[in-house]
């Protein structure tokens, strides 16, 4: 089992910032991914940025520029560093991590993002 817990979310006024992080705990393993999605009201959930076991990270087309998907300092973290923050950036991010060896997806409880003035 793995246990994922978000923190970080909170109110921001329109081109603002904010830090989520992502501490992950339990049967991790050493072949994973580790995900922070979003899902707004109405909408479905969207993939955000996606960091891999080996080191590399990607962030979706929409979000390039002003998200960044990052290590944390403390052992099995994910930071998402979310800049220049808008009002439809407003949304409850969730942590996800993937064992594709096991097949076995893991879901945080989630941390409200809202952005407005």
């Known amino acids: 089992q793995v246990q994922l817990v978000e923190s970080g979310g909170g109110l921001v006024q329109p081109g603002g910032s904010l830090r989520l992080s992502c501490a992950a705990s339990?049967?991790?393993?050493?072949?994973?991914?580790m995900d922070w999605y979003r899902q707004a009201p109405g909408n479905q959930r969207e993939l955000v940025a996606r960091i891999f076991s080996g080191g590399n990270s990607n962030v979706a087309d929409s979000m390039k520029g002003r998200f960044t998907i990052s290590r944390g300092n403390a052992k099995n973290t994910v930071d998402l560093q979310m800049n220049s923050l808008k009002p439809e950036d407003t949304a409850v991010y969730y942590c996800?991590?993937?064992?594709?060896?096991?097949?076995?997806?893991?879901w945080g409880q989630g941390t409200q993002v809202t952005v407005s003035s």
């Open positions: 339990g049967n991790i393993g050493s072949i994973y991914t």
């Open positions: 996800h991590l993937f064992q594709p060896d096991k097949v076995r997806n893991y």
